[in-house]
């Protein structure tokens, strides 16, 4: 097979690049391991999604110490937007600078925020974000409003909204992909969070990117089609084809470009599998450096009950607070986010309390409102991605930055109870879901400490782009799909300029 470009994963930053590329005439092969997710009444039982795992992979990952563990991935056309939870956050531009923790320092990018604000706003106007600028008082410069007004707080969460205001505090409205709007398709079916979207209202990857792209004739899809090497000619310099596994079948592309974008974990996998005479330690990997500085995010949900009163709410991922982003009052150091999760329903709690009769974890769910604390996890060079010798994909997750994400969730807790909840409990999320994987090749200006340049170009290889979030030298505390996109537009753009030098 033979193409001009060869982009792999269709997720955020494989669609993005493919929808930036699509009205080139090039011919463009995306290359997806998964199929699409059937549209199904399990879409939206959370006994289905929660309890028998219908969506997730059942590939088997080892943690650092050898333990073996079912990974929260979840391999679709659309990638992981297609169980995501639509919060469409902008890093903030200190995010970019380079932050003083408690622990260390976050890294500072190579790009500042004011480069990547337009490809912010084009990202929002592509997912069709909602939002509202002008209450939170972290929110970076915007060139213009959200494209879509917020969606509205249903009448419990417009309550706390205002019991917040009260206490002096910034809640703002969060910025959502949810087609919630005069004419829009989301009926507010009370799922959404970690749920596929049966009606197609969420704005994913596969609605917002992959189908778009498909609409020019010379954009091709194939699913199924798990690549495992990328192989390069004899300098070991150009990359020259990808080697795919369909169903047992070994296959090989031919491109003039590669994209790589299968996610933070798969790409460094991808990279390292690649070993070839030329490049020892892996493709795009003479610094050392592929699969290094993983990160994910520190975070602990809540459960904020109101004894006397059930949460009717459908879609509750309207609020978030920022006041401590960067610590506040509260600390001299950033504590991080705070917003609103799915509704947890009573099959979600089975996993975290077993022993409670059915009766009181149902209670529970029907009276709570549902939060999600989320700090930085500070890059480290030894938290990192790795093959064993069967191939097998090996996380050792060096969690970093603890003590300020235990001081976020005790400062939360507090903040919830003065606004009125008599019970708050909390649980944080296990290590087995890389929700928010990043890191594993991360770009910079110096090719000694970095994989990839300033638009994700490998710079071992002129021809092979990474636009996952492996780029990412540092976390920062707010959802990570909105970034993704916005570097992956970008670097489309540029591709575009350079697509005849290839
Ligand atoms: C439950 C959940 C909720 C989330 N909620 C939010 C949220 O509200 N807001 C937010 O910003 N982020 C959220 N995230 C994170 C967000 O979904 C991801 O950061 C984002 O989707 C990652 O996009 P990506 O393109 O980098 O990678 P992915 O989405 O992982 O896409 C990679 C694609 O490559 C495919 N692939 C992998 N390996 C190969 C291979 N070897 N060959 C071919 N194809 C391959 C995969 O199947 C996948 O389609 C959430 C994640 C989860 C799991």
Not at 279 to 289: C, D, R
Not at 348 to 361: D, E, I, Q, T, V
Not at 406 to 429: C, D, H, M, Q, Y
């Amino acid at each position: 097979m033979e193409c001009d470009v060869a982009i792999i994963g269709s997720g955020v930053g494989g669609g993005c690049v493919a929808l930036s590329l699509a009205d080139t005439g090039a011919r463009i092969l995306i290359l997806e391991r998964g199929q699409r997710l059937p549209r199904e009444p399990q879409n939206w039982d959370p006994e289905a999604v929660f309890v028998e795992n219908r969506y997730r992979t059942t590939e088997t990952w080892y943690d650092g110490a050898g333990n073996s563990f079912r990974p929260g991935q979840f391999y679709y056309v659309g990638g992981h937007t297609k169980v995501y939870g639509t919060a469409m956050f902008r890093f903030r531009e200190r995010d970019f600078d380079g932050v003083e923790h408690a622990e260390g320092s976050s890294v500072p990018w190579p790009i500042r925020y004011a480069e990547l604000e337009p490809w912010y706003a084009q990202a929002e106007r592509v997912f069709g974000v909602h939002g509202k600028a002008g209450d939170d008082p972290t929110e970076p410069a915007r060139s213009g409003p959200f494209p879509h007004p917020p969606i509205p707080h249903e009448p419990l969460i417009g309550e706390v909204f205002e019991r917040m205001r009260a206490q002096g505090l910034h809640p703002a409205h969060m910025p959502a992909a949810i087609d919630f709007h005069a004419g829009g398709t989301c009926i507010r079916c009370g799922t959404c969070d970690a749920f596929p979207c049966k009606i197609g209202a969420k704005g994913d990857a596969e609605t917002r990117l992959i189908d778009p792209s498909l609409k020019h004739p010379n954009v091709e899809l194939q699913t199924g089609s798990l690549v495992t090497r990328l192989l390069t000619d004899d300098r070991g310099k150009r990359i020259v084809a990808a080697e795919i596994d369909r169903g047992g079948e070994k296959l090989t592309v031919k491109a003039r470009l590669f994209v790589l974008s299968a996610g933070a974990i798969n790409s460094a996998a991808v990279l390292l599998r690649s070993a070839d005479s030329k490049n020892p330690a892996g493709v795009a990997n003479s610094s050392g450096l592929v699969g290094r500085y993983y990160m994910n995010h520190n975070c602990t949900a809540i459960m904020a009950v109101t004894p006397w009163r059930q949460n009717h709410t459908r879609y509750p991922k309207t609020l978030t607070l920022n006041d401590y982003y960067f610590g506040g009052d509260a600390s001299d150091k950033p504590l991080g986010n705070l917003q609103l999760l799915g509704k947890i329903e009573e099959p979600m709690l089975r996993g975290a309390l077993p022993n409670a009769p059915k009766w009181s974890r149902a209670w529970l769910a029907r009276h709570s409102v549902d939060w999600y604390v989320m700090s930085e996890d500070l890059a480290q060079r030894d938290s990192s991605v790795v093959l064993r010798s069967d191939g097998a994909i090996q996380l050792n997750w060096k969690r970093s930055n603890l003590q300020s994400h235990r001081k976020w969730v005790e400062v939360a807790k507090r903040l919830l109870k003065e606004t009125g909840f008599p019970i708050v409990l909390s649980k944080p999320f296990g290590t087995d879901t890389p929700s928010h994987q990043c890191g594993t090749a991360r770009f910079g200006t110096d090719p000694a400490a970095s994989v990839l340049d300033p638009h994700c170009r490998a710079w071992d290889h002129d021809n092979l782009y990474v636009v996952d979030a492996s780029f990412f030298p540092s976390s920062a505390a707010l959802n990570p799909a909105l970034t993704i996109a916005a570097q992956a537009l970008r670097v489309g753009a540029h591709l575009k300029i350079r697509l005849n030098q290839f």
